[in-house]
């Protein structure tokens, strides 16, 4: 078993924003396996499917960026999903546009989604893929997060949300987040 958690805002006038990175990408994964998240359960929007015989579940929770963990903890309690089975894309101001860093642990470096993961999963033990964002240079970081991007970043940004996905398949397909880092990261 595997579940996919996208970080993001639920709401139209969030949809584009940075701080939704992990909604668009979960949005990608679920058309590449020709899939629609349909079921809304334990304050998310997800669907179950099979693949190579495994059951996999692409989450986005609905309960706001800051409170991702109540939704991530319902469900892994539901469908006993232990934290090793799951994986999180979130959005990283620290990387630039469109870089991705994929991480088997660690703490939340800021972020309020995975903070929030962490408390309610009580564990840092869980996979991570971030895409960048880039630092704002003027704006300031609530301003920066909850808009879209504009122009070559936006461009950018879904290359990176691209090579999200490519290695979210690629620990799917082979079942080795340790080779997927080395060949993502």
Same mark, same amino acid.
């Given at each position: 078993m595997?579940?996919?958690f996208?970080?993001?805002?639920p ?16 949005d990608?994964l ?5 899939v ?6 334990f304050s ?5 499917f ?10 986005k ?5 800051n409170?991702?963990?109540r939704?991530?903890r ?8 232990? %934290?090793?089975?799951?994986i @999180? ?8 546009? $469109?870089?991705?860093?994929?991480? /088997?642990?660690g703490?939340?470096?800021?972020h309020?989604?995975?903070?929030s993961?962490?408390s309610?999963v009580g ?5 991570r ?5 880039g630092? %704002?240079?003027?704006?300031? @970081?609530?301003?920066?997060?909850l808009?879209?991007f504009? $122009?070559?970043?936006?461009t950018q /940004?879904?290359?990176g949300?691209?090579?999200a996905?490519?290695?979210v398949?690629?620990?799917l397909?082979?079942d ?5 880092m080395?060949d993502?990261?």
């Amino acid at each position: 078993m595997k579940a996919i958690f996208g970080l993001g805002n639920p709401g139209k006038q969030y949809d584009q924003t940075k701080h939704n990175m992990g909604f668009l990408a979960i949005d990608q994964l679920a058309d590449h396996y020709n899939v629609e998240l349909n079921k809304n359960e334990f304050s998310a929007l997800d669907i179950r499917f099979k693949y190579q015989g495994e059951t996999i579940y692409l989450v986005k929770p609905l309960t706001f960026m800051n409170d991702s963990g109540r939704a991530v903890r319902m469900l892994m309690d539901y469908y006993q999903i232990q %934290p090793e089975e799951i994986i @999180v894309i979130q959005d990283d101001l620290d990387l630039p546009v $469109g870089k991705i860093r994929l991480r /088997a642990q660690g703490s939340a470096g800021g972020h309020n989604g995975i903070k929030s993961i962490i408390s309610a999963v009580g564990t840092q033990q869980f996979k991570r893929v971030k895409i960048g964002i880039g630092h %704002p240079k003027q704006a300031t @970081v609530v301003d920066w997060v909850l808009t879209p991007f504009k $122009g070559e970043l936006k461009t950018q /940004a879904f290359l990176g949300i691209e090579q999200a996905v490519k290695a979210v398949e690629n620990w799917l397909e082979h079942d080795d987040f340790s080779q997927t880092m080395n060949d993502f990261n």
